[in-house]
């Protein structure tokens, strides 16, 4: 079980997450919410709504509450209570026990392309290999447009995103899942920044898909590294990307 020292270095991090994806524009005011599961417990840190709730890029540690897996708020200061759609959090922590961080977010992007019914494709590689990489694994899209605010529609909404590391909600935004409060935060941001170049280059023309042999040389390189580094980066280490979007909001 983890201590209150991880606990409140865990707090931090939600906090921060919270500033970075509202601060580069990943979602507006306090539209979307990240969550954390406290390592070896039932309970959740998650970014809160209510009278007294702050827009995400100006989120503390005292805009993070604790829940448990019944959305029983546990720990919440005056004016702050769990978001409505904390029923999607829990659906994803309760189905897939290695997630540890659930982030939910409305991105002008996704919300335009998935109404248009204009799919994401792989347009680049070298660009940005990671956000090609997860829509190569696959980026399902939930249909329906509606808050996800109970049980039901829950289970509904994992039945669409499965095992997956995002899913686009249409009309809506995304979801995205990950072992740790950096994965999923990075993963965010790939998901923004491919829904983002999607959208200008249908806005220029007709979009293409990388050539196959470029695609297929990328997934070569992923196997070797899996290969060599067994499952990858575990959640410990601090990735650079993480290193430089704190950087950013230092500015």
């Known amino acids: 079980m983890a201590g209150t020292q ?11 997450s919270c500033r970075m994806i509202g601060k580069l524009g990943v979602t507006r005011g306090a539209f979307g919410h990240v969550s954390a599961r406290i390592p070896g417990t039932e309970r959740i840190l998650i970014k809160s709504k209510g009278p007294n709730e702050a827009a995400l890029e100006f989120t503390r540690e005292k805009d993070i509450i604790t829940i448990d897996l019944t959305a029983k708020v546990l720990e919440a200061a005056k004016g702050l209570e769990a978001p409505q759609e904390t029923a999607m959090h829990l659906a994803v922590y309760k189905a897939r026990p290695e997630v540890m961080s659930v982030i939910h977010t409305h ?17 680049y590689a070298a660009y940005n290999p990671p956000s090609m990489r997860l829509l190569l694994e696959g980026i399902p899209l939930y249909p329906r447009s509606v808050t996800i605010i109970n049980e039901e529609l829950g289970e509904d909404f994992m039945r669409v995103m499965g095992r997956k590391k995002a899913c686009l909600l249409r009309g809506h935004g995304m979801t995205t899942a990950g072992e740790s409060v950096e994965d999923c935060t990075l993963i965010s941001m790939n998901v923004f920044e491919l829904a983002r170049m999607n959208y200008l280059a249908y806005c220029v023309g007709d979009p293409r898909p990388v050539p196959a042999e470029d695609i297929e040389e990328y997934r070569r390189r992923w196997e070797r590294r899996i290969r060599r580094e067994g499952r990858g980066p575990g959640p410990a280490a601090e990735p650079a990307d993480w290193r430089h979007y704190k950087k950013m909001l230092e500015r």
């Not at 991105?107 to 347009?123: G, Y």
């Open 6 to 16: 991880k606990v409140g270095e865990l707090r931090k991090k939600v906090a921060l």
């Open 107 to 123: 991105p002008d992007w996704v919300v335009v392309l998935t109404a248009c019914e204009k799919p994401l494709l792989p347009i």
